[in-house]
């Protein structure tokens, strides 16, 4: 079984910063991949951001230049800056990572249960 946990969600005002943190536990065999995705309320879940095992990254257009994802992979952990904070940033934020479980098994996608970030105008 596979457990993401994050964290460092909060209320904060426009213009500030937030740091989220998401640690995998449990049954891992490797990580290839793993991001962070938003939802607004109403609305579909949105690429953030995501990081591969070799340092490879991909944003979301509407947070370049604003927020960097980091990772550290002994600890099967992934991080998320988030600069410049505007209110239209206000959503439940998710962490994902595709985790191999056992050798020559698929790679399969695991969610945590999402931390809520909220930017006041």
């Known amino acids: 079984q596979v457990q993401l946990v994050e964290s460092g969600g909060g209320l904060v005002q426009a213009g500030g910063s937030l740091r989220l943190s998401c640690a995998a536990s449990?049954?891992?065999?490797?990580?290839?991949?793993m991001g962070w995705y938003r939802q607004h309320p109403g609305k579909q879940r949105e690429l953030v951001a995501t990081?591969?095992?070799?340092?490879?990254?991909n944003y979301g257009d509407s947070v370049k230049g604003r927020f960097t994802i980091s990772r550290d992979n002994a600890k099967n952990a992934v991080y998320l800056q988030m600069n410049s904070l505007k209110p239209e940033d206000t959503a439940v934020y998710y962490c994902?990572?595709?985790?191999?479980?056992?050798?020559?098994?698929?790679?399969?996608?695991?969610w945590g249960q999402g931390t809520q970030v909220t930017v006041s105008s």
């Open positions: 994902d990572a595709m985790v191999v479980v056992a050798v020559q098994h698929p790679g399969y996608h695991y």
């Open positions: 449990g049954t891992i065999f490797s990580i290839n991949a």
């Open positions: 990081i591969t095992s070799g340092g490879s990254t």
